[in-house]
C-alpha cells in the first residue's frame, strides 16, 4: 500500500490550495521565535483539505503566514465541495447496494464520472495556487510539513499489516465469525496481488518525487489532469471490486451494518476508502 499512500499525499499536496492568485506574496525578513506559532489551518474544513491543514499545524508560521494559509483553506474548502458532494452521493448509493447484497456498477459509473469530472476541473487551479503555498514557507517549514503530511497519511492508508489490524474492529462491529476474517483476508491479497505492477510502481516513484520536491527550491507537481482523473477512476473502481467480492462473506444483518457505517461516514464527511 505505499504506492497508494504516496499517490494520496501527492494528490492532497495538489489539492489544498486556492486562489489568492492576484500577485506574488514576498516573504518577509524571518521573525523571533515568539512570533511563531503552531495551530491547525483551515480548522472548520473536511477531507483532503482538513489533513492538509492538521499537517501544517505541525509547522511554526508566522502571522502573516498563517493569515495567507487560511485564505487557501477556505477557497480550497469552497472549490472543492461539489467534489465533496459527489464522493458522498457515491458513498451512499455505495451503502444501498452493499445493503442489498449487490454492486451494479453501471448504476455506479456516472457518479463516479462525476467525481473524475470535478477533479479535472479543479486540478489546474489546485496546481497553480500549490505553487503559491510552497513560496510562502521556507525550508525548514516545508520539510516539517511534508513530514507531517507523510505521518498522517501513513496513519489513515497504512499498509496491508494496518489493514489487517483494523479487522479486529471490524470483526465486532459486524460481528464477523472467524471463518469470515480468514475470507476478507484473502481477498484484500488477492486484490493487492491483482492490481497491475506497472501502474502502481509508475505512481509511487511520480508520487514520490512530487512529494520530495516540495522539500526543495522547485516543487514539482504530481501528473497530468487526465492522469489524476485516470487514477481517481481507477482507485474507485478498485474498491468497489472489494466490495463486490466481500458481500457474498457477510450475511444480511452484517450487509446493513456495514451499509449503516458506510452513511455515517458520507453524512459526517469521512470519505474513507473513496477518499483517494
Excluded: W, Y
Amino acid at each position: 500500500m505505499k504506492n497508494v499512500r504516496s499517490l494520496c499525499i501527492a494528490f492532497a499536496l495538489t489539492a489544498f490550495t486556492a486562489a489568492c492568485s492576484g500577485g506574488t506574496t514576498e516573504q518577509t525578513a524571518p521573525q523571533t521565535a515568539a512570533a511563531l506559532s503552531k495551530a491547525p489551518v483551515g480548522a472548520n474544513t473536511h477531507g483532503v483539505v482538513k489533513m492538509v491543514g492538521e499537517a501544517l499545524g505541525e509547522v511554526p508560521l508566522r502571522p502573516e503566514q498563517r493569515a495567507e494559509l487560511e485564505k487557501l483553506a477556505t477557497a480550497a474548502e469552497t472549490r472543492h465541495q461539489a467534489m465533496t458532494d459527489g464522493r458522498k452521493d457515491l458513498m451512499l448509493a455505495v451503502a444501498d447496494q452493499v445493503e442489498k447484497g449487490s454492486i451494479d456498477r453501471t448504476a455506479l459509473q456516472p457518479k463516479i464520472d462525476r467525481i473524475v469530472a470535478d477533479i479535472q476541473k479543479v486540478h489546474p487551479e489546485d496546481q497553480a495556487a500549490m505553487a503559491k503555498m510552497h513560496a510562502l514557507l521556507d525550508a525548514d517549514q516545508r520539510n516539517a510539513f511534508v513530514d507531517a503530511l507523510e505521518a498522517k497519511m501513513k496513519s489513515k492508508h497504512g499498509g496491508m499489516k494496518e489493514h489487517f489490524g483494523h479487522l479486529k474492529q471490524l470483526k465486532d462491529d459486524l460481528k464477523l465469525t472467524d471463518d469470515q476474517v480468514s475470507q476478507i483476508k484473502d481477498t484484500m491479497k488477492a486484490a493487492k496481488r491483482d492490481r497491475p505492477i506497472e501502474r502502481h510502481a509508475n505512481g509511487f516513484h511520480e508520487g514520490k518525487k512530487s512529494i520530495e520536491s516540495f522539500r526543495t527550491e522547485k516543487f514539482e507537481p504530481m501528473g497530468k489532469v487526465g492522469d489524476l482523473g485516470d487514477k481517481a477512476s481507477k482507485g474507485t473502481d478498485h474498491i468497489v471490486g472489494i466490495a463486490e467480492k466481500v458481500l457474498p462473506i457477510l450475511t444480511p444483518e452484517q450487509r446493513k451494518i456495514a451499509a449503516d457505517k458506510i452513511r455515517d461516514m458520507a453524512q459526517k464527511g469521512e470519505m474513507g476508502p473513496f477518499g483517494h
